[in-house]
């Protein structure tokens, strides 16, 4: 009973924090990051942004989570679609983009798994942040493919999807490095 | 995986990153010692030398240079020798 409590919990935990870093990373990106986009590159005709963090959020979640992470971002990518579409949330192209947003980083992850490339985290072992970049690339290209699938997009968007996800993984990285450099400044 | 473990496998993941982009402040040996340190430190508050020698990130490291390292980390403030008789055992701090 204990540890089903336990693990109850972690599931909240999981999803809560997944789900709030995917909602953040969509407020910054779409409040704060394409604003000065349209400002600095006005010329640019593309509407998605070219550092697009939350796909940052999908990667370390499936990296983290494994297959519980299509569980712990839906609640997230939801409320972001639901936010930027409205009740258009309901269309069937938009449930299908939510489903492909949460299930393709960890089917990549675990397909790779299967051909003997496991990248999940272990205890005895470094993690590789290359090859989670890695990761990022080939899953970006997947989304972007399958997504503009589902809304038909045209071929600038998709180069602007494979820029936004690429550069948003990085710098989401990176920013974490930082946040937890001075998380440890403050603590010391 | 617990919260915390998770917490420690991101701050790894940072720390590969730092590594590539030459922002660590500790050497490779240092690094791999405190990694090893940190897991250890999980099941015990104390970590003891031997079982950090013994530990799969540190075993192909020399012994002189596991205890230089191990000496180096202690005057960063990353390790501190523990208040208890047993010279041979340390606790594991946080990176400042």
């Known amino acids: 009973m204990r540890d089903a409590v336990i693990a109850v919990r972690a599931w909240v935990i999981d999803t809560f924090a997944a789900s709030l870093a995917y909602v953040v990373a969509s407020f910054l990106t779409f409040a704060v990051l394409m604003p000065l986009q349209n400002m600095y590159f006005p010329e640019y005709p593309s509407r998605a942004s070219l550092l697009f963090l939350p796909h940052g959020v999908r990667v370390l979640s499936a990296w983290l989570l494994g297959w519980r992470a299509i569980f712990a971002l839906l609640p997230g990518v939801f409320i972001v679609f639901a936010y930027l579409g409205g009740t258009d949330v309901f269309l069937s192209s938009r449930l299908l983009a939510i489903a492909i947003a949460v299930t393709t980083v960890p089917a990549v992850f675990y397909l790779l798994k299967a051909v003997g490339w496991d990248l999940f985290p272990r205890p005895d072992r470094k993690p590789c942040w290359v090859c989670i970049m890695g990761v990022g690339v080939i899953t970006s290209f997947l989304v972007s493919g399958l997504t503009n699938l589902a809304f038909g997009s045209e071929t600038v968007e998709y180069i602007a999807f494979l820029i936004g996800d690429i550069s948003g993984l990085f710098f989401l990285m990176l920013g974490l490095y930082f946040a937890f450099r001075l998380a440890d400044r403050r603590t010391g | ?96």
């Open chain 2, 1 to 96: 995986m617990t919260e915390i473990s998770k917490l420690t496998e991101l701050r790894k993941l940072m720390q590969s990153m730092e590594r590539t982009l030459g922002l660590e402040k500790l050497s490779s040996v240092e690094r791999d010692i405190y990694y090893a340190a940190e897991e250890l430190s999980k099941s015990d508050q104390e970590v003891r030398t031997f079982g950090l020698i013994e530990h799969t990130l540190v075993q192909s490291v020399s012994r002189p240079t596991f205890f230089r390292a191990l000496k180096s980390l202690v005057e960063k403030g990353y390790l501190s020798q523990s208040g208890s008789a047993n010279r041979g055992r340390y606790i594991v701090n946080a990176p400042r």
